[in-house]
């Protein structure tokens, strides 16, 4: 947004306007005691040239600014294609609201059918959603639905589920009064499936896991009787890996901040979701369809809304009110600007850098990987010092990674979380070797 300043009276002007002579006035409902209503904020006043100069000193004084990220956990640093920016901020898109009218809102709709068939190609499945919050919510969101469909209250969930979609799929379903049954990791940190119950609405599994490692999807449905297999994933890995769809997965999400959205401290962020036709009217979200009007032109409606808030509110399926239709957006022009082809370079980038910093770690003494088992780009290591202190040093040298967290059964191990994406480098991945072998 443009910064343009108010002068002194551009807000008199506006004070006659609405009646009020003074700002005192027009804040005069707000208890002096509750806070300090005009104490200053930011910078003074300046022009607009100085205002970019000041802030671009204060930017610069950052020193998260200045660092590289090997930050994993479900939010990754991706490089980003201009077009997505020059798309998404077209005022059409930018400013457009929920499609209530289809016939004025062709180019939303088209958007959200546009998304929702990438999807769909993405992970192997047959329907989508227009977009859901985030992964979290989105893999909550899977799990209700599978009790709806199963309804025996108790879902089997791996531990090799990323804590944080983990709490945040225990609040949902300890509302909603669902019992959830842990499936433990085995020494290659990778889900324990042989002994899930029988009687349970789901099996939730995450691909690559909260390790990195790659999950045993082949069998998996079968091993499982009549529970509904929800997978989580991770979009960029789909690149080069088969889909979930393709191993029977009943329910697919994922996290899609990796499909053109920055790091942004964490938001905003991209539920994917997608399921089978079968289970069309029991999932949560909106879905976008394209038909033919009676001159056989092509239209785009709302073919789908679950959620039932207009008239019906207590069959909702959802509580969810809306999509994250402009991040939706930026993953729909990200992979229609990569295609499968760029899409699967970007995903062999991944793994190629990834790997090769696992082989120069793990060649310096006191380091290995603390699970043997396949990974797409992001692992745990194993080290023989604190994890705190290895971290702290890695900071100093302007790179940031981060400690194991979350897992009660490895708290006495020293291990550390590497992820790397596509935007390391050859220098930047031997630096961070240096580093952690104490050589810098």
């Known amino acids: 947004m443009r910064y343009i300043a108010n002068t002194d009276a551009d807000r008199q002007a506006m004070l ?61 640093d991706h490089y980003t294609p201009s077009i997505v920016s020059h798309i998404t901020g077209r005022s059409e898109f930018y400013t457009a609201y929920t499609p209530y009218q289809p016939e004025i809102s062709q180019g939303t709709l088209t958007t959200m059918f546009e998304y929702q068939t990438l999807v769909c190609e993405l ?28 309804k025996t209250g108790r879902i089997a969930v791996a531990r090799s589920l990323h804590p944080h979609l983990r709490r945040t799929l225990d609040t949902y379903c300890w509302a909603a009064g669902i019992e959830r049954i842990e499936l433990p990791f085995d020494s290659a940190g990778r889900c324990d499936s042989s002994n899930v119950p029988q009687d349970v609405s789901a099996v939730i599994v995450q691909t690559p896991n909260t390790f990195g490692v790659l999950e045993r999807l082949e069998g998996l449905k079968e ?14 890995a789909l690149g080069i890996l088969e889909p979930p769809g393709s191993y029977g997965a009943d329910i697919v999400v994922a996290e899609g901040q990796s499909l053109g959205l920055p790091m942004a401290f964490g938001g905003p962020l991209l539920g994917l979701f997608a399921t089978r036709p079968e289970y069309l009217r029991q999932m949560p979200g909106r879905v976008a369809g394209r038909t033919l009007d009676e001159d056989g032109n092509i239209g785009y409606v709302m073919a789908s809304q679950t959620r039932e808030q207009h008239i019906r509110r207590q069959r909702a399926t959802s509580n969810i009110c809306t999509n994250s239709a402009l991040c939706a957006l930026a993953a729909t022009v990200y992979l229609a600007t990569l295609g499968a082809d760029g899409l699967r370079q970007i995903a062999e980038l991944n793994l190629e850098k990834a790997h090769y910093l696992a082989d120069r770690l793990t060649g310096l003494d006191g380091v290995d990987l603390l ?41 006495d191990t020293h291990a550390v979380r590497i992820a790397v994406t596509e935007k390391r480098s050859k220098e930047e991945l031997d630096a961070l070797t240096d580093v952690v072998g104490g050589r810098a």
């Open 223 to 236: 091993r499982i009787g009549e529970a509904l297999l929800i997978v989580s994933t991770y979009p960029i």
């Open 371 to 411: 699970f043997d088992a396949p990974f797409f780009n992001e692992f745990i290591l194993r080290v023989s010092e604190d994890p705190g202190t290895l971290c702290a040093r890695a900071k100093a040298a302007g790179f940031l990674v981060s400690p194991l967290r979350g897992f009660d059964e490895l708290d």
């Open 123 to 150: 992970v192997g499945m047959e329907v989508a959603n227009a977009s859901m919050y985030d992964g979290a919510t989105a893999l909550a969101e899977a799990a209700l639905m599978a009790d709806r469909i199963r």
């Open 16 to 76: 006659d306007a609405i009646g009020r002579s003074s700002l005192d006035e027009l804040f005069s409902d707000i208890p002096q005691t509750v806070a300090d209503r005009f104490r200053p904020i930011g910078i003074p006043p300046q022009s607009e040239f100085d205002v970019v100069r000041t802030l671009s000193a204060i930017a610069s004084d950052n020193p998260a600014a200045k660092m590289v990220p090997f930050l994993g956990e479900g939010i990754y």
